[in-house]
């Protein structure tokens, strides 16, 4: 009988194309989606003195590349390399300033979107590689997919359950299969982020350090929203360009445009204190407006000596773009209010802004 078994691990390319099997990050995957290769294969179609109607006489490969998407819960490291889970994120963005609180130990990663995430100062040549070990009836080999890039992060809370990450990634080729990494380790369960240690926001927060690359947040006297779920989609426009440069696999990433939004099921009252999802309806409805919306992801799990493990999420301009109340003879109203980031070029200085808390001195 064949085994049923999948592990996937990333890395972090030095140059991209070149993979990276040794430093990786194990990942806990919620679904076993195997990465899609996307080959050009053309069937030969000129005339060679073939008699064309008895069919193709010939099949060309002109191209490859790699597509995947990986659901997973969110953990503030990744085992042996703890900072992998910090690089994912760090892709996505462009770049990353990194801290240490002198007073706790506890290290600090802000994120924010970068016009130019490949120049020399930030990303440069590197990129990923996502090691997906599969058995292949009863062996298990390596299948590492190199040149990885991250095009979307979309973050998923529900009440009762961890939260959870989707990254979708692309990248340029899936290289020789090779032996299994082996010995997989993952994150401690008390680095999970979930819905026990989920705080969300509104109005005002305070930033510390200087914009946008801030060392701390605090939400003492925002108002607190408390939704039945959240969903919080990132996108960047990436895509990968096939270039006449001798290469068969796209040698060349550009850039879209930054995007964000949001989604929160809530009950649809007006409470006399607290956030009103009514209020939220009202002034949708009044003509274009902004809000703000701030999570705070705290694991309570000690990152040092006195801060924590966390996850912030900045989101400080949202153009609200409605939700129609849902009605039921069988229970109470909802509603799902919507959300499009904007560029807050007064306090944040950013569209989006995270900020990844851990015991990693570099992602």
């Known amino acids: 009988m064949a085994r049923n078994l999948i592990y996937a691990a990333l890395g972090e390319e030095a140059e991209r194309g070149m993979k990276e099997s040794g430093t990786v990050g194990f990942l806990p995957l919620l679904s076993p989606v195997v990465p899609k290769s996307e080959f050009d294969d053309r069937k030969r179609k000129e005339w060679r003195g073939e008699e064309s109607a008895l069919g193709p006489h010939a099949v ?7 597509s995947a998407s990986l659901d997973m ?5 990744t085992s042996p390399a703890k900072g ?8 996505f963005f462009g770049k990353s300033a990194s801290g240490q609180n002198g007073s706790t130990g506890q290290y600090y990663h802000m994120m924010h979107p970068a016009a130019d995430p490949f120049s020399e100062s930030l990303l440069g040549q590197k990129a990923l590689t996502l090691n997906f070990n599969i058995n292949e009836g009863a062996n298990v080999r390596n299948w ?13 809370q529900e009440a009762g359950q961890a939260l959870k990450l989707a990254a979708e990634l692309f990248g340029q080729r899936r290289d020789a299969d090779a032996a299994e990494l082996g010995s997989p380790i993952f994150a401690a369960e008390n680095l999970r982020c979930d819905y026990n240690n989920l705080l969300i926001s509104t109005g005002a927060i305070s930033r510390t350090g200087s914009a946008p690359d ?10 607190a929203v408390k939704p ?3 969903s919080i989609k990132m996108e960047n426009g990436m895509e990968d360009a096939l270039r006449l440069s001798g290469a068969a696999y796209p040698d060349r990433t550009r850039m879209g445009e930054f995007k964000v939004s949001v989604e929160l099921a809530i009950d649809w009252e007006d409470p006399a204190n607290g956030f009103s999802s009514i209020a939220e ?5 009044s003509g274009a407006g902004t809000t703000n919306l701030f999570f705070h992801w705290d694991t309570g799990t000690t990152a040092g000596s006195g801060g924590t493990h966390g996850l912030i999420i900045d989101l400080p301009r949202l153009h609200r773009t409605g939700g129609e109340p849902e009605y039921s003879r069988e229970k109470d109203p ?7 980031g904007l560029f807050d070029g007064t306090d944040a200085k950013y569209m989006m802004g995270l900020m990844l808390m851990n015991t990693a001195s570099s992602i």
């Open 228 to 230: 039945d779920k959240v």
């Open 334 to 340: 909802m509603i799902t209010l919507k959300y499009e």
């Open 281 to 285: 309806f009202r002034d949708w409805a």
């Open 84 to 91: 992998i889970i910090g690089t994912l994120l760090k892709h």
């Open 73 to 77: 819960p969110f953990f503030t490291e």
């Open 60 to 66: 060309e490969r002109f191209s490859e590349r790699w």
């Open 144 to 156: 590492p997919f190199v040149g990885g890039r991250v095009k979307a992060l979309t973050f998923e």
């Open 214 to 223: 801030f060392t701390g947040f605090s939400a003492a006297g925002a108002t």
